[in-house]
């Protein structure tokens, strides 16, 4: 009877050993997911100075994780962008090597400019950020 019951109590921590590992792994791969791009710019997050949520008009939204000369923007529409700092009269802006694309940034404001195209406007700073 103890055997048996040995057996079981054996099995119910084995199963519990590899669901929790692989529940741990699972989030894991989620988290670097999310981050993956940031990674290939910054070993361990290096020069990272400030990150914002902004929202847009017709719904839209721009994660942007500002760099000491670079910004990383995430976009609703699921593209990662890394754009350069560029020359700015006033406010901040960033901008690809052709500068098809240029992001702008003032104040809790900001902008995404594609191919002379204002594709992201009226964007401002979450709540809470």
């Avoid at 791969?29 to 940031?38: F, I, V």
């Avoid at 990150?51 to 939204?61: D, E, I, L, Q, R």
Wanted: charged share 15%; proline share 1%; hydrophobic share 45%.
């Amino acid at each position: 009877m103890k055997t048996g019951l040995g057996k079981v109590m054996c099995l119910i921590v084995f199963i519990i050993f590899f669901a929790s590992f692989f529940l741990i792994a699972f989030l894991s791969g989620m988290k670097y997911e999310n981050c993956a791009a940031l990674k290939q710019n910054s070993t361990n997050n290096e020069g990272v100075i400030a990150s914002a949520n902004f929202a847009c008009a017709n719904n839209k939204t721009i994660l942007a994780i500002f760099m000491d000369d670079s910004v990383h923007l995430t976009l609703s529409d699921g593209r990662n962008l890394n754009l350069m700092r560029t020359v700015s009269g006033s406010g901040a802006r960033y901008a690809n090597t052709d500068e098809s694309i240029v992001f702008w940034n003032v104040g809790d404001t900001a902008s995404l400019d594609e191919n002379n195209q204002t594709t992201y406007n009226d964007c401002a700073v979450q709540p809470g950020q």
